[in-house]
């Protein structure tokens, strides 16, 4: 199952414009500027073209493989990618699958759940990715929390977006 591409780049702006609201200095910018020893010269240093493209396409990149997690159905066709037939149109194996998605195909298809998947991506694996390089980088708790709270927001509207519309 192939995600609409679409609405996957559609998805991918999300973290562009979540983090454009989000680190605004009147949100939590400055806080965040301080707790991770950010400057004005650091930010105006910065090559923000290249930093934009990069993101975005690092965006996407997630997108893509959040559509995974909270579309079960993508799931299916990996279980039947290996079996005779596979692909091929009017084949028992595309039949079974064809008949699984005629049945299922719409189950748990809701903003709702995915943007619960995406939560749950945020705490358990944002927090734990994101936490664990915090304290080698001897960053405090503020620093994690203001990244964590900005990536489970993202990817729950990522998950949302992907799970109704994808």
């Known amino acids: 199952m192939m995600p609409n591409i679409g609405v996957v780049a559609l998805a991918a702006l999300i973290p562009m414009i979540i983090g454009f609201i989000y680190y605004n200095p009147k ?3 400055k806080a965040w500027m301080n707790a991770s020893g950010m400057t004005d010269e650091k930010i105006k240093g910065g090559n923000m073209p290249v930093i934009l493209i990069v993101s975005l396409l690092l965006s996407f990149m997630l997108a893509m493989f959040l559509f995974s997690m909270v579309v079960h159905q ?17 084949s ?7 008949a699984l998605m005629d049945r299922y195909g719409n189950r748990f298809r809701t903003f709702g759940h995915g943007a619960f998947h995406g939560t749950l991506a945020g705490l358990f694996v944002i927090l734990p990715v994101l ?10 708790f503020k620093y994690i929390m203001i990244n964590v709270v900005y ?3 993202t990817l729950a509207l990522m998950g949302g977006i992907l799970c109704q519309w994808a």
């Open 131 to 140: 936490g664990t390089n915090a304290l080698f980088e001897r960053k405090g």
């Open 151 to 153: 990536w489970t927001i």
């Open 92 to 98: 028992e194996t595309m039949n079974d699958l064809n």
């Open 74 to 90: 993508s799931g299916l066709f990996s279980l039947f990618a290996g079996e005779q037939g596979f692909g091929v149109e009017g």
């Open 27 to 29: 949100v939590v910018g």
